[in-house]
């Protein structure tokens, strides 16, 4: 007999030798082969051999010298679990068959030995053990894979029965497999529509139904065993046999939770405002438009308020961004408090609100809305440890008498909220068509001034400032008239409002100043008495970064000696930014230009900013000097600035004298300069010169 490792070892467990030879001969050389006998009394011997493997098939008499019975299959099975074992035994084919029950892959009855049944039954073992062996890898293969993916799988038969669950199924469903198995997919697959809260469709069943693979419904919710709740997406597809004809289906979903979280947190962040979560202009947009909807079909008016807090900026430059922000939180709570569910609360940017009332019932509900904001907005907001009082100005538009789309509603909201800052902030307005008509005119005289400097149709006029003692011109402001072709002379409360919203007044601004200098050095030149000469200045001037150095290029251009030229700066300008100021004022002052606050008494100085920055004159605001002969309060306060001015050794002009009474008082209180009717209208330059001619022979009030 030949020996090959090629051959198939069988490991023979026989008492016999005779038996045993019997078996040689049937192994030996077959039509189905040759095998490789290996032959054994014992059990124990049989053990050995088995742990050392190589053999493919074991050949096992149940009845040993040294084991008995089942027991010897047992104690083997337990050795080589994964070696096919055939028994035969000594007719007992009970105890063959129980071996069988318990692993063993085939029993040979002892007259089937021979060399045509033996070698057969082997290699049907060898051959079953192989593709047991093959399949048992693929189903780890797959197992494996199915609980290493991130996806939950679960498969059902064809009547809907869970017949499959991985690792990630048994999770996100909340039901182990053993426990699975066999339920109705919908009882361990219960998934709702995120919207509607309706059971969604069963994906199974449509997968089945259309035979292919079909995605989950959209908004897919997954409920778990305990109730709780995740987004899913996925799909199902129909599992076929080998006729193609459909036995189950496989549904394979993810949880999608975190990118619907982030897709829902996107959406909100698209449509809100950071700072106060409240609904941006593109949010309330949509809600204008569905209330205008709604509005259309029952007939029914909305409003649309227009909110505009009063000196935010100031607070946010002055106190920082963070205030800031904190204070439009406060502000945002209160609009919600005061506001029904209905209604919208958004903030367009910076410091404005727009609120929809969409369920008002006459126009008057704005503003019966309009005063419970002023009144909620009236009480002090802590931020940061602070104690801070806010005022907002209002602007209301009506659907439909005012706009039938969100666009026209919000910019007339807006324009008449221009109406009450310029009606004395703290107030709200409805729009009127009037008010568009201003701006349209507004808008046309934006355009005309630009061509207005071109065109060289601005010009200035002077009026002296006199020393109230001795009537002698002690200086000359200059004041700036725009001549427009047909329109006569425009006054400047009527075109500089306008460029310094536009930002024309900078240019403006320059060229007043350069025709002012130059026609100071003009008179000085032709030896005319002349002092000084005094040039208005707007905050948006100031705050532009190059005018210090626009005002030393003209002085020096005009050939001024800078300490003939005086700026005047209102309170509000000073205030705005303290630190900067300062630092510009001083700038001003070591060029040699002297400072006076315009219009003083009506802002909202500081004392002790005032004390700290480089002033030379305080003007007495006219409202005040008009109230000198009229009521006690103006008369004690303009007497209050002359002592104040005294103190602070800064000059004193009155300003808008009109009357001999209001000469005398202030003359009584020891003020020292002052301008007005009385002494003179602003004046065109040759009849100015024609004064100052005058003046040389004689003063102009004795
Ligand atoms: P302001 O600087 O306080 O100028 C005084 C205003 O009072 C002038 O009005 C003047 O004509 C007027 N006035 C003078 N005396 C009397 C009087 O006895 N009674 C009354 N009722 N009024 C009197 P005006 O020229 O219309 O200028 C108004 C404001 O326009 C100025 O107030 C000033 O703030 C601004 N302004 C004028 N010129 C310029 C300029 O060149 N640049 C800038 N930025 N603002 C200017
Ligand atoms: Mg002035
Ligand atoms: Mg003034």
Known sequence: MTVSIL????????????????????????????????????????????????????????????????????????????????????????????????????????????????????????????VDDALYLERERAVVTLNSIGDAVLCTDISGNITYLNLVAEAMTGWPREEAIGKPLAEVFRIVDGATRKTARDPMEMAVEQNRTVGLTVNCVLIRRDGFESAIEDSAAPIHDRTRRVIGAVIVFHDVSAARAMSVQMTHSAQHDVVTNLPNRLLLNDRIAQSIAAGRRWNRPLAVIFL?????????????????????????????????????????????????????????????????????????????????????????????????????????????MYHAKENGRNNFQFFTAEMNLKAVERQSLEGSLRCALEQEEFLLHYQPKVNLDTGEITGVEALIRWQQPGRGLVPPSQFVPIAEDCGLIVEIGRWALREACRQAREWQDAGLPFKRVSINVSAVE?????????????????????????????????????????????????????????????????????????????????????????????????????????????????????????????????????????????????????????????????
């Open 308 to 416: 505009d807090l009063d000196r935010f900026k100031y607070i946010n430059d002055s106190l920082g961004h963070a205030v800031g922000d904190e204070l439009l939180q406060c502000v945002s709570k209160r609009l919600l408090a005061g506001v029904r569910a209905s209604d919208t609360v958004s903030r367009q940017g910076g410091d404005e609100f727009v609120i929809l009332l969409s369920e008002i019932t006459y126009p008057e509900d704005a503003a019966t809305s309009a005063r419970k904001i002023l009144l909620s907005l009236s009480a002090p907001c802590s931020v940061g440890g602070r104690s801070l009082r806010i005022s907002g100005s209002i602007g209301i538009s009506v659907y439909p008498e005012d706009g039938e789309d969100a666009e026209t509603l919000i910019k007339n909201a807006d324009l008449a």
């Open 7 to 130: 051959l198939p070892k069988i490991l023979l467990i026989e008492n016999d030798p005779a038996a045993s030879n019997a078996i040689h001969t049937a192994l030996a050389g077959t039509v189905s082969g040759s095998f490789d006998v290996e032959w054994v009394r014992q059990l124990s011997e049989a053990l050995v051999r088995l742990s050392k493997k190589g053999i493919a098939a074991v050949l096992l008499n149940l009845s040993l010298s040294d084991s008995h019975g089942i027991e010897t299959f047992d104690k083997l099975f337990a050795a080589a679990p994964d070696v096919p074992i055939l028994v035969f035994g000594n007719g007992n084919e009970a105890l063959a068959k129980e071996a069988v029950g318990r692993g063993a892959q085939d029993y040979l009855l002892a007259g089937h030995l021979d060399s045509y049944s033996l070698p057969r039954a082997l290699r049907n073992a060898i051959e079953r053990k192989a």
């Open 542 to 702: 100031f705050r532009n970064k190059g005018f210090v150095e626009s005002v030393r290029t003209i002085l020096s251009e005009a050939g001024l000696e800078a300490r003939y030229l005086d700026l005047e700066l209102t309170e509000g300008v000073l205030m705005e930014d303290a630190e900067s100021t300062a630092a510009v004022l001083q700038e001003l002052k070591t060029m040699g230009v002297q400072l006076a606050v315009d219009d003083f008494g009506t802002g909202y100085s500081s004392l002790s900013y005032l004390q700290q920055f480089p002033i030379d004159v305080l003007k007495i605001d006219q409202s005040f000097v008009h109230r000198i002969t009229a009521d006690p309060d103006g008369s004690s306060i303009v007497s209050a600035i002359i002592d104040m001015g005294k103190n602070l050794k800064q000059r004193v002009i009155a300003e808008g004298i009109e009357t001999p009474e209001q000469l005398a008082f202030l003359r009584a209180h020891h003020c020292a300069e002052g301008q007005g009717y009385l002494f003179s209208h602003p004046l065109a330059a040759p009849q100015f010169a024609h004064l100052l001619q005058m003046a040389l022979t004689e003063t102009i009030v004795h």
